[in-house]
């Protein structure tokens, strides 16, 4: 149980187009979501919380219009780089809580490489 | 705010031999506390869970870690290491009063285990 996919596992795009990343937990219901993004050979770095049906809420030094959060159901929330330029090249990894005194599940990432 | 701290980086171990990988914590409140483990150019997996009752908490693969409340640390640890315990372990911590639930990762330590 408490298994997080997402989708794209791997995805190259070219500087200035738009990218989306999906993260969905597959047998447990999410209210909250959550984005990290990692460089190589370091921790995970928070990007936002995502709440289903409200605005994500951003840590700071997060752009919001680049990288846009969407959770519109209790099972899926999606990432979206837009105009990516070749710095947002990471790997961006979604994870889900079923409930406060749970651990978060982790999603298997998503390579972003912006050419 | 809350913090963790893995003070060394990487940790080398013989196989069969012990395998403790350090971790100290601070937060304003009572702590939840948690063990992820990462494989190469994938998500975190969950390891084990601190949240209340019994200091000594077991957890998959023969991992366990103890609480101490007094030395604020939670180091996990394994009796006989395997080689394919090779790889990537966070340390994690949320502040049990605080609003919202947001984790704070260490910065991680690189284990290697070497036959």
Known sequence: GAVVSQHPSWVICKSGTSVKIECRSLDFQ????????????????????????????????????????????????????????????SFYICSAEPGREYEQYFGPGTRLTVT | AQSVAQPEDQVNVAEGNPLT?????????????FWYVQYPNRGLQFLLKY???????????????EFNKSQTSFHLKKPSALVSDSALYFCAVRDRGAAGNKLTFGGGTRVLVKP
């Open chain 2, 21 to 33: 990988v350090k971790c100290t914590y601070s937060v304003s409140g009572n702590p939840y506390l």
């Open chain 1, 30 to 89: 999410a209210t909250t979501m959550f984005w990290y993004r990692q460089f190589p050979k370091q921790s995970l770095m928070l990007m936002a919380t995502s709440n289903e049906g409200s605005k994500a809420t951003y840590e700071q030094g997060v752009e919001k219009d680049k990288f846009l959060i969407n959770h519109a159901s209790l099972t899926l929330s999606t990432l979206t780089v837009t105009s990516a330029h070749p710095e947002d090249s």
């Open chain 2, 51 to 65: 949240i209340t009752g019994d200091n000594l908490v077991k957890g998959s693969y023969g991992f366990e870690a």
